[in-house]
């Protein structure tokens, strides 16, 4: 079965959170959130948000299932550039030089094994 959770706008550029979704990607459930505590990147906790939502989700959907967070893969996590907010900053002249704040879109998947019933 696969869990899936959005975060859109998260205000992070997408290339510094792809440094930390490229280390959880393809770990098990204990694990990606072993590294994620222990990454010291800003973008962990919103991944860690995000992972976590997602297990949520599994949870909710499948009931009182037993769940093994040793079983449970992240099998699918991306990210993709969400809109710039364009700000201006005063310069030296009466200039004035853009300041570009840019957000992302994460989307994570989990693989989650479901015992079959006999």
Same mark, same amino acid.
């Given at each position: 079965?696969?869990?899936?959770?959005?975060?859109?706008f998260v205000r992070i550029s997408d290339r510094k959170v792809k440094l930390v979704i490229d280390q959880v990607r393809g770990k098990n459930l204990e694990e990606a959130f072993a590294?994620?505590?222990?990454?010291?990147?800003?973008?962990?906790?919103?991944?860690?948000? =995000?992972?976590?939502?997602?297990?949520? $989700?599994?949870? $909710?959907? =499948?009931?009182? =299932?037993?769940?093994?967070? $040793?079983?449970?893969?992240?099998?699918?996590?991306?990210?993709?550039?969400?809109?710039? =907010?364009?700000?201006?900053?005063?310069?030296?002249?009466?200039?004035?030089?853009?300041?570009?704040?840019?957000?992302?879109?994460?989307?994570?998947?989990?693989?989650?094994?479901?015992?079959?019933?006999?």
């Amino acid at each position: 079965m696969i869990s899936r959770a959005k975060s859109k706008f998260v205000r992070i550029s997408d290339r510094k959170v792809k440094l930390v979704i490229d280390q959880v990607r393809g770990k098990n459930l204990e694990e990606a959130f072993a590294i994620l505590k222990f990454t010291r990147k800003a973008a962990a906790e919103p991944v860690r948000k =995000l992972v976590q939502s997602a297990y949520s $989700n599994a949870v $909710n959907q =499948l009931g009182s =299932l037993d769940l093994h967070t $040793n079983e449970i893969m992240v099998s699918k996590i991306v990210v993709e550039q969400g809109p710039t =907010l364009k700000r201006w900053r005063p310069r030296a002249m009466g200039r004035a030089t853009p300041i570009m704040k840019r957000t992302s879109h994460i989307s994570v998947e989990l693989d989650i094994p479901v015992p079959e019933e006999q």
